[in-house]
């Protein structure tokens, strides 16, 4: 994957990120959507942005494998409508970028060194991605 990463400054030692593809389908039930009412699939590029300045005591900021773990193995191959936290809110690219910063630090929040996850871009096309970045 040659992604672009947008810049986002901070003074964290380490800075790492994860990137994965997932393919799943979702529809998007409002008039609003158009053709995306209709049951479609993507291949989504997801890149997750993790930072701390404490390694753990295996030298890890956080496990690479861990993180794909976290987010392929709940999504890819499934239509996302069908899981709870997208009940409420459709999953559209900005919802799925939201949810899964969610899933991500809540796990970061558990570990010895408590990094945190500073960014978490989801790519739905080759021309349409969301930038999430949580609020202090
Ligand atoms: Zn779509």
Redesign the pocket.
């Known amino acids: 994957m040659n992604t672009y990463f947008p810049f986002t400054p901070h003074a964290f030692r380490y800075e790492l990120h994860k990137e994965m593809h997932l393919s799943a389908a ?1 529809f ?1 039930p409002a008039e609003s959507a158009g053709k ?1 009412q209709r049951i ?1 699939g ?1 291949t989504y590029q997801i890149d997750l942005m993790i930072v701390g300045d404490e390694l753990d005591a295996n030298g890890f900021l956080i496990d690479f494998k861990l993180l794909k773990s976290i987010v392929h193995d709940r999504y890819d191959h499934t239509l996302l409508n069908e899981h709870p936290e997208f009940r409420v809110l459709h999953p559209t690219t900005e919802v799925m970028a939201k949810t899964i910063y969610t899933f991500i630090q809540e796990y970061l929040d558990g570990t010895s060194n408590k990094p945190s996850c500073l960014q978490v871009i989801v790519r ?1 096309t080759p021309t349409s991605y969301v930038v999430y970045r949580p609020k202090k």
């Open positions: 979702h998007i995306c479609h993507h739905e």
